[in-house]
């Protein structure tokens, strides 16, 4: 079964405290993991994906990196509105080639204080 | 701006009466959408996967005949709740996958079963 984990649950950080969010996940046949950011009563919105270890992305404040085993969401000089809860997930790669949907983390809630 | 559209955004209805509840992919074309619920500070949860032309692929434990899903044309995707009850309630959100497998999310919807 596949699985998501993400740590930590909370993190509350100062305005420019750089740090990093873990995803470690268990699936069987990666076909990519996403990252998305989550404000309340909204929609996920799409941040990264990431398809094979050692792959590196990079938006504004954030980069995603994967291993074999975890990726990391590293938040360099964080500002209040990177607050919000960010989420992992895992979409398998299953033996017909074909995709389906995505398993999620619970996430992290992120709070950016100024 | 949004790429997958979801409406309503909230709907209130009563006990035993059913909701219909659109997912629209508004500038490509998605032979598969996915649905997913979420409760209140949880992850998200798949539901089902919604083929265009075909029946409705649900996850163990969601029930077909509870959770309508109809996937008439390659942007658009429904889900009905039929005889909803209070334990319905939660955070509806749809997906669709555009090219080079980026998977957007609608904005969600909020039901409310009285």
């Known amino acids: 079964e596949d699985q998501v984990t993400q740590s930590p649950e909370a993190l509350r950080l100062q305005e420019g405290e750089s740090s990093s969010l873990n995803c470690s996940y268990t699936v069987s046949g990666l076909r990519g993991l996403f990252w998305y950011r989550q404000d309340p009563g909204k929609g996920p919105e799409f941040l990264f994906t990431l398809y094979s270890a050692g792959e590196e992305k990079e938006k504004e404040r954030l980069k995603a990196t994967l291993t074999k085993k975890e990726s990391f969401l590293h938040i360099t000089a964080p500002k209040p509105e990177d607050s919000a809860t960010y989420l992992c997930?895992?979409?398998?790669?299953?033996?017909?080639?074909?995709?389906?949907?995505?398993?999620f983390g619970k996430g992290t809630h992120l709070i950016i204080q100024p | 701006g949004a790429v997958v559209s979801q409406h309503p955004s909230r709907v209130i209805c009563k006990s035993g009466t059913s909701v219909k509840i659109e997912c629209r992919s508004l500038d490509f074309q998605a032979t598969t959408m996915f649905w997913y619920r979420q409760f209140p500070k949880q992850s998200l949860m798949l539901m089902a996967t919604s083929n265009e032309g075909s029946k409705a692929t649900y996850e163990q434990g969601v029930e077909k005949d509870k959770f309508l899903i109809n996937h008439a044309s390659l942007t658009l995707s429904t889900l009905t709740v039929t005889s909803a009850h209070p334990e319905d309630s939660s955070f509806y959100i749809c997906s669709a996958s555009k090219r080079g497998n980026t998977i957007y999310f609608g904005e969600g919807s909020w039901l409310t079963v009285v």
């Open positions: 997930a895992v979409q398998p790669m299953y033996s017909g080639g074909g995709a389906d949907g995505l398993t």
